[in-house]
């Protein structure tokens, strides 16, 4: 029995085992191949731009419309990228289907802003939205309109588009240009304006901030600079301005902090502009001998124009100037900056808007207007002014002054009641006077009561209360006829501040009794104060006009702050007591001036405590 249990056990433990199943490799089919697009738009996420674009125009060839049009368009798009001809590739005329025609918009941009034309890929950008585009095509369109923000001047925002353009693919060529623009939108916005607004998915943004920090702290000092950028380094070893930038940055701090040993001071001694040009090489050369810069550097004086500047500007830099200072006509100026990066440090006698900063080496200093005006809206607002008239001469020159002084005074947190313009006579001054104050309102008001009522009435204009100062630009002989009028209104006790064009620059004191109480700013050795050494020079052996001293005053500036320029742009509270002003650097590169107030007392100007902004 027990014989025959063992033998059904075995039985039955052979019989399991002879049921249980092999164990089988489960089969690998190999993946299916992508298809050629697929296979493109791989090339293009790996960065193999020029296999992608060939992709993608042999997919062209062999497709139909409308897929063909927007295959050509994806061709064309990183063609462009990588500085190839599309010529044929981009059609002139709005497509039906919107993908393409998205493409064709991107196209058209990228190409207006390579020929220049900032506002125009701004333009057609405005009509683009990101949600349908690819990785590398939504980089493309951020890189695109974060360099025509730059070149419009809008700094703040191009640098978070251009931050959140980094992730994206792009070919590496473009890598370094995108470096640079970051930073020369960094520089122009300033970082601390920025740094807390910045994409909070860049990944780079931390370094960039670190970096312009680093570089705003200690640039003009090369060992210093040297020691943190290479902490940086080490901070940021992935970082993408390692490959170009940082040696750049080093290049240019031992730059800045040398002297220039050799200035070509680029002027118009020919022609209408001759007496301007002949004033301020003058006060040029003239501070050169002051020792405000040791040891004094060489100055070579060139007449240019806007035909022969470049040429002129080449030739100089090849004969050893290694600092520009010009040209002042303002045609001569943009075709330089047209003709690229200066060579050398340059700081040029005019202004040709908020160009971005040329990687540091351009400043731009003019006697501008709209300085007067942007200084007479700081002035009101610290003495508590808070609405204002802005009263200028109808024409161009009081639409710039106007412009100006409503933009600061808005940025301020002022409100302008109103904008009046007169032209030169006395009619026109009177109805001007009128209209600042309400008082045609008013009048109009009374007469329609008269036709309602049908009788007569004894009525008496008033004028608006609503305001408390006036922004008033006039020559001394408008405004000698516009004031007494703003005192017979009942106006006299509201506080009038003008730009300098009020004073002659010589006291007038029995012609300038109307005067009386008008505020003004007006350059320091104008009202006799600064330092009046070089001014004592001036009148000893040019005896020239005030107006001539205006130039040789700004011609003397221009040497002054050489030697500070670099400093000016990374310290924005920093000043320089100069002939025109107190003098500093916006984020642009713009050498900009606060003026000496003074007020019109017994028919003379007397000076005002004067207050920084």
Sequence with gaps: MKRLWRTCLAGVVIIATGCAQPQLTPS?????????????????TAGQFEAAGNAFATLAAGAQEPAATELRLQAALIRFDLRQDIAGLVPDTTLAEPTAEALRTLAVAGALLEAGDAAGASTQLSALTQAAFTPYQRGLYLRTLGRAQLARGEAAPAVQNLMAAETAPMPEGRRGELSHAIWDALMAAGVANVKDTLPPDAPHAAGWVQLAEINQAHAYDPPAFATAIAG???SHPQHPAQTLLIAELLERA???A?????????????GPLAGIGHAIRDGFIAMRFSGAMNPAPDIVVLDVNASNVVATMKSAVAEGANFIVGPLEKDALEALLAAGEPPVPMLALNTAGQTPAA??????????????AIDAAERAWQDGRRRMIAMVPSNELGERLAAAFSQRWQELGGTVVEDVRFNSSVTAYATAVRQTFGLQQSEA?????RRLLRRSLIAEPRRRDDVDGIMLSAPPVEARQILPQFRFLGADNLPIYATSHVYGGTRNPGADQDLNGVMFGDSPWILGTGDQTLKNVYWSHWR??????RFFAFGADAFRIIPYLGQMRSQPGMRVTGATGQLYIDGAGLVRRNLTWAQFAGGSPRLLNQATP
């Design 544 to 549: 020239g006009s005030t107006s001539t001293l």
């Design 445 to 449: 008001r009374a007469g329609a009561l």
């Design 359 to 372: 990687n540091g080496r351009l400043f731009q200093f003019g006697l501008r207007p709209e300085d007067e």
């Design 28 to 44: 690998t089919a190999p993946a299916p191949a992508p298809n050629p697009r697929q296979l493109a738009e791989q090339q293009v």
């Design 232 to 234: 940086w380094q080490a």
């Design 254 to 256: 031992e730059e800045a």
């Design 258 to 270: 040398a002297p220039p040993s050799k200035i070509a001071l680029l002027l118009p001694l020919q």
